[in-house]
């Protein structure tokens, strides 16, 4: 038998396979409680925080006596989908949901409106590297780009998964719960951290999309803060609505000085 030893970069994954495993497990749901929402409970159940490092660790004690709970008989026995079942399952905030072929999303810099993203095409249900449900999005972020960008996104639990073409396998892009931390580290050395907040609904052009508040802080190789975006992440869209672009700036109050802010204006 191989041994495959993890390291920090290997969270993601295996905070997401735990969430998937768990997640409609009536004991788990019995013993987190009624206590709302479960979809956030969960990850901050599998995952722990210690002096600033994200730990799948700490969630194993509960699960297990999730489990020994489940094998002496005195979890109550559940009727029909589960509410958080449902709510994942729920056609509006699924991954690319809301796109559809010869869609446009234009976006806005203070008065200034860019030129639209266009959808040329999106499939839902794609097979990619063994794992099933994952979107192919085909789209145009540039008006004069010679060829489609072609994006191939996969989710697990609440995480996101992207495919690299270079190393021909999906990667972690980022997560879409509430309540996480994922740190990626880069191939010049440095460090992109994803942190989510709360999670909302917002509405654009008359449609609604649900989102989750996203910190994205980017260091480089000697672990120096660049810069950092502030956001709200539909993945009915697999983009943002909105966001603010910051870097560090000693003589403002806050530590950061806004250097650039989008907003998505119109869904056409």
Not at 172 to 190: D, F, K, Y
Not at 233 to 246: K, M, R, S
């Amino acid at each position: 038998m191989t041994v495959t030893r993890l390291t920090a970069g290997n969270v993601a994954e295996v905070v997401s396979v735990l969430i998937n495993a768990f997640h409609d497990y009536t004991v788990m749901r019995y013993t987190l409680g009624v206590r709302q929402p479960y979809e956030a409970r969960l990850p901050r159940l599998v995952v722990s925080r210690n002096q600033g490092r994200v730990s799948p660790a700490a969630g194993f004690a509960v699960m297990t006596l999730a489990v020994l709970t489940a094998c002496s008989g005195s979890a109550p026995r559940a009727g029909g989908e589960s509410g958080a079942s449902a709510v994942r399952q729920s056609g509006r905030d699924t991954l690319a949901s809301g796109l559809r072929p010869g869609l446009r999303l234009v976006y806005a810099s203070g008065a200034t409106e860019q030129p639209a993203w266009t959808v040329d095409s999106v499939t839902h249900g794609v097979a990619v590297a063994q794992r099933q449900g994952c979107a192919r999005i085909v789209l145009r972020t540039r008006h004069e780009q010679p060829a489609p960008e072609v994006r191939l996104v996969c989710r697990g639990g609440d995480t996101l998964f992207a495919w690299n073409a270079a190393a021909g396998e999906l990667r972690v892009q980022r997560p879409v719960g509430a309540g996480m931390s994922i740190a990626l580290p880069q191939a010049n050395g440095g460090t992109v951290r994803y942190e989510t907040g709360d999670v909302g609904e917002a509405t654009v052009s008359g449609r609604t999309f649900g989102f989750v508040h996203t910190t994205v802080t980017t260091h480089d190789a000697s672990g120096r803060v660049v810069r950092r975006l502030r956001e709200r992440y539909a993945i009915a869209l697999a983009t943002a609505l909105d966001g603010v672009f910051e870097v560090p700036d000693p003589a403002a109050t806050s530590g950061w000085r806004e250097a650039q802010r989008f907003v998505l204006a119109r869904v056409e």
